[in-house]
């Protein structure tokens, strides 16, 4: 198959099952077939993934903040729900933005998330939003490691 006819059905794969294009690219590198990639799509699915981690730790984040603010600020209404919840997204996120790129990510748009978690937690209790600190209280650090205290 040629280079031009490689990248066409690469091109074609692509747009109609992204897993099996996946596996082709994967193979093409494997076998040092670097000349027959589709770079065009790589570069595209390659700035995706990095688009969709952004967004899933920004909305970890938020889930987190939500049920922190509505921990912190309802005592008398937490749940074990509540409180699985902060553990489980505190894991998720740790998982995520652990370091590197997603850590730097996940500090630059904490005040984004803590002020779309206010709205939520307003929404969700019932409280105003001037309930809340206007501020984030927290930093990154203390989100990964806030254990609810009874």
């Given at each position: 198959?040629t280079?031009t006819?490689?990248?066409?059905t690469?091109?074609d794969?692509?747009?109609?099952d992204?897993?099996a294009?996946?596996?082709a690219m994967?193979?093409?590198i494997?076998?040092?077939?670097?000349?027959?990639?589709d770079?065009?799509?790589?570069?595209?699915?390659?700035?995706?993934?990095?688009?969709?981690?952004?967004r899933?730790?920004?909305?970890?984040?938020v889930?987190?903040?939500?049920?922190?603010?509505?921990?912190e600020?309802?005592?008398?209404?937490?749940?074990?729900?509540w409180?699985?919840t902060?553990f489980?997204?505190?894991?998720?996120?740790?998982?995520?933005?652990?370091?590197?790129?997603l850590?730097?990510?996940?500090?630059?748009?904490l005040?984004?998330?803590?002020a779309?978690?206010?709205?939520?937690?307003?929404?969700?209790?019932?409280l105003?939003?001037e309930?809340?600190p206007?501020?984030?209280?927290?930093?990154l650090?203390q989100?990964l490691?806030?254990?609810p205290?009874?």
């Amino acid at each position: 198959m040629t280079t031009t006819a490689a990248a066409s059905t690469l091109s074609d794969l692509y747009e109609a099952d992204e897993t099996a294009w996946l596996d082709a690219m994967s193979d093409l590198i494997r076998s040092g077939r670097r000349d027959e990639l589709d770079y065009a799509h790589l570069a595209e699915y390659l700035t995706d993934m990095a688009k969709r981690d952004r967004r899933a730790v920004m909305s970890r984040l938020v889930v987190l903040l939500v049920h922190v603010l509505k921990w912190e600020h309802q005592t008398r209404r937490r749940t074990g729900g509540w409180k699985a919840t902060i553990f489980s997204q505190r894991h998720r996120l740790r998982n995520w933005a652990d370091g590197g790129v997603l850590r730097a990510h996940a500090e630059a748009v904490l005040p984004t998330a803590y002020a779309q978690a206010v709205v939520e937690a307003a929404a969700e209790t019932g409280l105003s939003p001037e309930a809340f600190p206007a501020t984030c209280p927290y930093t990154l650090d203390q989100l990964l490691a806030y254990t609810p205290a009874d």
